[in-house]
């Protein structure tokens, strides 16, 4: 016991070193496979994303307003071989608006077949004609007046229906999809939160390290933090579930159920541990910024030890303030198909800001997989 206990120490250690040291394409492939996983690494294979629509996300949202009234065009679209931001573009040419009049509450992937809510500002008019927009990738369905633009982070979370094919040892993803439903999975930012092999984390050491010498524009400036953010958030979890450090401690930063509220554990006891069973409260793990509240508990020294001096000054010189997030995540509402020997769906919904991705990660090795690394990331966390 102690001997593996070692090794989940030191690898740990190596993936911090890597976060200081390392940001080639190679690095960083193998640093994402060596987080840890809440249940073991799985030994079934899939392959995923045969097809786009293979992969099913469905944005859980509903316009707050039952008037129809005011100037904001909310449109219901479905998109097919195109990121979100890309359709908003489209939406705005047609409009004949800048593209920063077209918001949505989160990007959705390029290689999938999604539904997501984009809202238009056109100020004293009519809803156009949006079905009159033909584009081979995206369709507008659904166009209604809202008083409110909307905005990232808006919705609820979204819904997935993912097809797996040529699945080799059904019963072993069976047992597994059993165990996350149950017990969750560590909530990790996907690959594609980090660019391509890595990019984003690269593009970021070169702009801490070189200041003002090197321009990052705004919009890139927003990706690339949360890419240093997505990285240190990972690796702390990462190294709590290598420990098993799953059970509130002192100095622990809680979170409530059903909103975004924390709260520091001054005291672990029966309450709160049944409180903890019940979900009613969550661990979290920190997205790293600009701290106001120190913590000297053992817990946040454990933290510390993975949250890297240079990240954490970059992002206090960019005045990012800090926040947290659910260390583990669940699925709800989940249920699979097997259609045959070799091929099941699994439909569940998650949180806004939680990768389906590491979801599938704790249940199957993915094989031939289409790359998801086009920026196309959900941000609603941030």
Not at 141 to 170: C, S, W, Y
Not at 303 to 312: A, G, N, R, V, Y
Not at 336 to 350: G, R, Y
Not at 352 to 361: E, I, K, N, Y
């Amino acid at each position: 016991m102690v001997s593996w206990v070692v090794k989940r120490v030191l690898l740990a250690t190596w993936l911090c070193y890597w976060s200081r040291n390392r940001v080639d394409s190679e690095a960083f492939n193998q640093w994402y496979q060596q987080l840890a996983y809440l249940h073991g690494k799985p030994s079934a294979t899939a392959t995923f994303r045969q097809e786009p629509e293979h992969f099913q996300v469905i944005e859980q949202l509903t316009p707050p307003s039952t008037e129809a009234e005011g100037e904001h065009q909310w449109l219901w679209v479905r998109k097919k071989g195109a990121n979100t931001v890309f359709v908003a573009e489209q939406l705005a040419a047609f409009a004949g608006v800048s593209p920063r009049q077209v918001s949505y509450a989160g990007l959705k992937d390029r290689h999938a077949e999604t539904w997501q809510w984009f809202s238009v500002q056109l100020p004293g008019q009519a809803l156009l004609v949006w079905e009159a927009l033909h584009h081979a990738e995206f369709a507008v369905e659904r166009a209604v007046l809202q008083p409110k633009k909307l905005r990232l982070g808006f919705h609820d979370g979204n819904r997935f229906r993912i097809r797996l094919t040529d699945v080799q040892d059904m019963e072993s993803v069976l047992e597994r999809w059993k165990l996350v439903v149950e017990s969750g999975f560590p909530n990790y930012f996907g690959e594609q939160r980090f660019g391509r092999d890595g990019a984003n984390i690269a593009k970021a050491k070169r702009w801490f390290e070189a200041g003002r010498k090197y321009r990052v524009n705004r919009n890139q400036q927003s990706f690339l933090l949360s890419s240093v953010r997505s990285l240190l958030f990972n690796q702390v979890t990462s190294a709590r579930v290598s420990a098993q450090r799953l059970l509130p401690e002192v100095g622990d930063v809680l979170g409530l159920a059903g909103n975004r509220s924390v709260f520091r554990v001054e005291q672990v006891d029966a309450e709160l541990l049944s409180r903890f069973a019940a979900r009613d409260v969550h661990l979290t793990a920190p997205l790293a910024g600009d701290e106001k509240l120190q913590n000297d508990s053992a817990i946040a020294q454990f933290e510390q030890t993975c949250s890297d001096e240079f990240w954490l000054q970059g992002l206090r010189q960019q005045r990012v303030e800090a926040a947290r997030r659910p260390l583990l995540a669940f699925p709800r509402d989940a249920q699979h198909q097997q259609i045959d020997a070799n091929t099941i769906v699994l439909e569940f919904s998650l949180d806004a800001g939680v990768f389906a991705t590491s979801l599938l990660r704790e249940i199957v090795q993915l094989n031939n997989a289409k790359a998801n690394l086009d920026g196309a990331v959900e941000l609603s966390d941030d």
